[in-house]
């Protein structure tokens, strides 16, 4: 990949940055009561009774492909979460409000003290899409895969086994408590051990057999995936119509900017998810544009390694000193994005209004990295997320030059992206991504900056920061004196530098109804069966 070299003025007129549970002896659902991200979504409207929410095919673009197996997710799920949810599904589905709600699982019963355990009663009747029955054994094959596979220990590491008890009632025994724990059933999709026996591993790489409302029919890679209505599906609506109401859904996967812009302006498709840039130029048309604010972007150093220049912390401050983040949000943001001084928004409860920003000054940056081992700068390399707005990394480059920190961007294609955050990482390497937030703050931490986590493992963490995060997360729920304790050991040691918060944006055609985007603990998520098209 080349180097890419912008004067900053000239950058600086461009633009959009990337893209708990209860403490009694038993409890049937989770409730997390954190804060979540600010949603703006347009007001509901009264469908007639009258209207035919049947048929049609939904369109949507998505700027990135899948960088991880399909139908193994075991195996890793970067960048897989918007395809698989039409086709797949899982035990429990997060709600806006930080609750769980059943999806596979009709109901649950949760013990905290004692023998920590999760009781999962599974719905009945339903069938995966070859016909195999989705019961507990089904369920408890899946866990293996995931145990086994080890990716996602952050969690799988606290599963000491599981027993099924009768045909539709599994029970997962926990090492110990966690207040994390009940909220990452919302990650595991299940499919058909029957595929799998039959087709094998390479098959489910890129075919996913589960029980969602659409069934996969073609996959090409970086291109698109088709999936048709399931007749079998378990969901009836309120007046116990048969879901879903869509015959198809294609999956278009874009990278091109303008290409994404035309299609969609073109009529030929119903969805885009968009950059905030993009997204600019839909105003004043009758296409619906609906946000959500959500964490920052941020680089995250190699600093773990000792032989990168980022083990230092004066180069880090020197850094986050040298960036002007109020120039990117303005110039970047579109009005949506707001500059990030910290690791966490306002809207949850790691926010820590005491800590200063660090405002951007080049003296500051220039003394700092004066007192580190590289007085005179040194060349580095930042790896860019697959469908990243490219502007404010050239402009984060050209600010970084100002101090004798020479860039060299790489942008890794989406199969190669999760080698990229989940491997140790090339050494004097920073990686320029963004940070999910989650109602239980906790997630976030798990899954970005756990000791057995999916993301990072050559960033360093602070040094007060492993016993904080165990205190935290054995709270009977977040505690955010724990929580803003972590924030500010993540600013006294720089361990990585935000840079704007984040906006999540879609643009959605008058025909789409009922999308259920935003509504939902993760953001991307939809009311995939209720959805549906005017005609």
Not at 12 to 22: D, E, N, T
Not at 136 to 144: D, S
Not at 181 to 201: C, K, Q
Not at 494 to 522: A, E, H, M, R, W
Request: net charge negative; glycine share 6%.
């Amino acid at each position: 990949m080349k180097r890419l070299l912008v004067p900053l003025v000239f950058l600086l007129i461009l633009a959009s940055v990337l893209a708990g549970c209860s403490t009694t002896e038993t409890a049937t659902t989770t409730k997390p009561t954190t804060t979540t991200p600010a949603t703006t979504t347009t007001p509901a409207t009264t469908t007639p009774a009258t209207v035919n929410k049947y048929g049609g095919t939904l369109r949507i673009i998505e700027i990135a492909a899948p960088g991880a197996p399909l139908g193994a997710e075991w195996e890793g799920n970067l960048g897989t979460y918007n395809t698989q949810q039409w086709v797949l599904e899982r035990l429990l589905k997060e709600q806006l409000d930080g609750t769980m709600g059943g999806e596979l699982a009709e109901t649950w019963d949760v013990t905290t003290t004692g023998n920590v355990n999760v009781v999962f009663h599974i719905r009945h009747g339903v069938t995966f899409h070859d016909g195999t029955p989705c019961n507990a054994e089904a369920i408890a094959w899946n866990l293996n895969m995931y145990k086994t596979a080890n990716m996602f220990g952050s969690t799988t590491n606290y599963w000491a086994s599981w027993d099924v008890l009768d045909e539709y009632t599994l029970r997962v025994n926990y090492t110990k408590w966690s207040n994390h724990l009940i909220r990452s059933w919302e990650n595991y999709f299940m499919v058909s051990p029957t595929a799998y026996d039959t087709h094998g591993i390479e098959w489910m790489r890129i075919n996913m057999v589960g029980t969602g409302p659409f069934m996969q029919t073609e996959y090409q890679k970086d291109v698109s995936l088709t999936a048709v209505r399931n007749p079998n599906y378990w969901q009836k609506d309120e007046d116990g119509n048969q879901l879903p109401y869509l015959d198809e859904i294609q999956l278009l996967y874009v990278a091109d900017e303008t290409t994404r812009e035309n299609l969609m302006k073109s009529g030929g498709a119903e969805m885009l998810n968009s950059t905030t840039k993009q997204a600019s130029r839909f105003a004043g048309t009758d296409f619906t544009i609906i946000t959500r604010s959500g964490g920052p972007t941020m680089l995250a150093p190699d600093s773990k390694n000792a032989d990168s220049p980022y083990a230092d912390l004066n180069v880090r401050l020197a850094v986050e000193y040298a960036i002007d983040r109020e120039s990117l949000a303005s110039a970047f943001g579109y009005g949506f994005d707001k500059p990030a001084y910290q690791m966490a928004s306002s809207s949850t409860k790691t926010y820590n209004a005491s800590l200063e920003p660090r405002m951007f000054d080049l003296t500051k940056a220039r003394e700092y990295l004066a007192m580190s081992n590289y007085p005179e700068g040194f060349d580095t390399t930042i790896f860019v997320g697959p469908g990243a707005n490219r502007d404010p990394v050239i402009a984060i480059q050209a600010m970084l030059s100002e101090i004798n920190i020479n860039v060299d961007l790489q942008f890794p294609e989406p199969a190669s992206w999760q080698a990229v955050t989940t491997q140790p990482a090339q050494v004097n390497s920073m990686i320029y991504m963004p940070i999910n937030e989650w109602s239980n703050y906790n997630t976030t931490l798990n899954v970005f900056f756990g000791s057995s986590g999916f993301y990072l493992p050559s960033n360093q963490k602070p040094a007060s920061y492993a016993d904080l995060f165990a205190q935290s997360l054995a709270a009977p729920a977040p505690d955010t004196t724990i929580l803003q304790q972590i924030s500010k050991a993540f600013y006294d040691d720089c361990t990585i530098i935000p840079l704007v918060y984040n906006t999540f944006v879609f643009v959605l055609s008058p025909k789409l109804q009922d999308s259920g985007l935003l509504t939902f603990g993760t953001f991307n998520a939809w009311t995939y069966a209720r959805a549906w098209l005017e005609k």
